[in-house]
């Protein structure tokens, strides 16, 4: 979770299930207990990831409607959906990517926030089929995964990465076609993002320049499902002592989807 998007948070969670693929149960009831009880352990360990809330339950959701009469039964139906649940996730995240790739045309200047591996796959995907493309990467402060954005877009032909401070991305999105992100979830007209991306939006719609969000359809959510913010360390932010004051550090902030130009997902564009 320190270090990868949340769809890849969610594949090795899914993963990790398949340790009860095997092993000894009493009852199917109790090894769809013991199912449930390490899921939830997954779910709880950040509330904000909407595609790993989505592969638990329909993992868990998957054992207990079926009708089996054995725990070797049950544990058939665990490996089964778990193939399925990444597969789904893997496939949405390179069918979004390649939905993102057309709209880069050659020539264009995109301004980036964060690290996103969809986002950085519409990139490449781009970049290989001949478009040249110019991006200005922002560092995305406190955690600076932007840097790592910047030096994978280097390593790309036809990319020409730049990268920012966060501070001044206001003075580079007049020069810029399009702001594209990557998302952590869209809860009805809300999209959570890393800290930052409403500044860059509420910035990008003042000058004109259209945002686009991709990522996979999973992690659009119609309800039911309460974001929860991550308040992060705030040695991640200044390692002194902070005397006389608090440090503040969320993960994510709430942008409304009105300043969106569209959400890119493995079924397609969707225009705001």
């Known amino acids: 979770m320190q270090t990868h998007s949340s769809s890849v948070v ?3 969670a899914a993963d990790a299930l398949r340790q009860f693929t095997d092993g000894d149960y009493p009852t199917v009831e109790e090894f769809q207990r013991t199912l449930e009880r390490n899921a939830s352990a997954l779910r709880r360990a950040n ?6 809330q989505n592969a638990m339950r329909e993992i868990v959701d998957s054992v207990d409607e079926a009708e089996v009469e ?33 709209l880069f045309e050659d020539g264009m200047t995109i301004l980036t926030h964060d690290y996103s591996s969809t986002v950085l796959e519409a990139l490449e995907r781009a970049a290989q089929s001949g ?30 990465a730049h990268l920012v401070v966060d501070s001044a991305a206001g003075h580079f999105l007049p020069e810029c076609d399009r702001v ?28 004109g320049v259209p945002m686009t969000v991709i990522g996979s359809g999973a992690k659009i959510i119609e309800g039911g499902f309460a974001f929860e913010n991550e308040i992060r360390s705030p040695s991640e932010v200044m390692r002194e002592p902070a005397e006389g004051f608090a440090v503040e550090n969320p993960a994510y902030d709430a942008t409304p989807t009105r300043l969106l130009d569209s959400v890119v997902t493995d079924e397609g564009v969707q225009q705001y």
């Open 10 to 12: 969610a594949v090795k």
């Open 47 to 52: 509330p904000s990831h909407a595609s790993l």
């Open 70 to 102: 054995s725990v070797a039964a049950a544990q058939d139906v665990l490996a089964d959906t778990i193939t399925e649940v990444i597969d789904t996730i893997e496939n949405g995240k390179s069918r979004a990517a390649e939905h993102g790739a057309e």
């Open 131 to 160: 478009t040249h493309l110019e991006v200005y990467v922002t560092e995305a402060r406190p955690r600076y995964l932007g840097r790592k954005t910047a030096r994978v877009l280097s390593g790309i032909d036809r990319i020409d």
């Open 180 to 207: 594209v992100t990557g998302m952590s979830c869209i809860v009805e007209d809300t999209l959570y993002n890393r800290i930052g991306t409403y500044p860059i939006a509420a910035t990008a719609d003042d000058v």
